[in-house]
């Protein structure tokens, strides 16, 4: 099963990188820059690893660390520190605070690949999902069907697997690019416009039973998100 990296850090430039990495490497990311966003968000997602920033806005990480090493539902998800403290009295009370590595910004991406490895091997093997909601949509991923509320909503394989990759990255805007290799694969040739027309087919089978969620982001891509 894919792994779920959640990175936790408040400065865009950097969250963005380590999630490009991460991606690259074939991990889940789920990126969190508020400190008293996080325990939420790491309670919903059960990450394998947290990449977690010392300097946060509301809460700090030593604090993130601490709150998350006392809630026995998640207090053994392995946590690397990133941070530019360098001195040996901070990287003690990170320690002490519940961190399981730490790392000096700046820092090497492979090294910290390497140890996001390392801390997998003490992470427990990722729960499969049994299935995926967003709003009254619902995704059932062992008998693979889609529901609208109660009503079922008949799928092609290819509308399936765009739906589902929409509704694990709610608020995302995926490229058509990266659809096509995601969904349909790097081997496979097909003209970037064929993800217009399975969307369009998607949307036609979903839109019959409620409002459209599927946001078309001009020049861009598409994401499944609640507009205003």
């Keep these: 099963m894919q792994h779920t990296i959640m990175i936790v850090e408040d400065e865009e430039a950097i969250a963005l990188m380590l999630r490009y990495n991460l991606e690259k490497e074939g991990y889940k990311v789920v990126v969190e820059g508020r400190g008293n966003h996080v325990i939420a968000e790491i309670e919903k997602h059960c990450p ?3 990449l977690l920033d010392w300097m946060l806005p509301e809460l700090s990480g030593v604090e993130i660390c601490r709150l998350v090493r006392s809630k026995p539902d998640i207090k053994s998800i392995p946590i690397i520190m990133l941070t530019a403290k360098g001195e040996e009295e901070d990287k003690i009370k990170g320690l002490n605070a519940g961190a399981d590595d730490y790392v000096t910004k700046p820092f090497s991406i492979p090294e910290l690949m390497a ?7 003490h992470s427990p093997e990722p729960i499969a999902e049994k299935e995926l909601l967003f709003e009254d949509i619902r ?5 693979k069907k889609v529901f609208r509320g109660e009503t079922f909503i008949h799928l092609g394989p290819t509308e399936f697997r765009l739906l589902k990759m929409l509704m694990e990255n709610p608020g995302k805007v995926f490229s058509r690019e990266y659809l096509l290799k995601n969904v349909w694969g790097d081997n496979i040739y097909v003209e970037s416009r064929t993800v217009d027309v399975h969307i369009r087919r998607l949307r036609r089978s979903l839109n019959n039973y409620g409002p459209d969620y599927i946001r078309t982001v001009r020049a861009t891509g598409y994401s499944i998100d609640i507009t205003e």
Excluded: A, C, G, P
Aim: charged letters at 35%; aromatic letters at 0%.
């Design 48 to 50: 394998s690893v947290i």
């Design 115 to 121: 140890r996001v490895k390392t801390q997998l091997r």
């Design 139 to 143: 995704m059932d991923l062992i008998e």
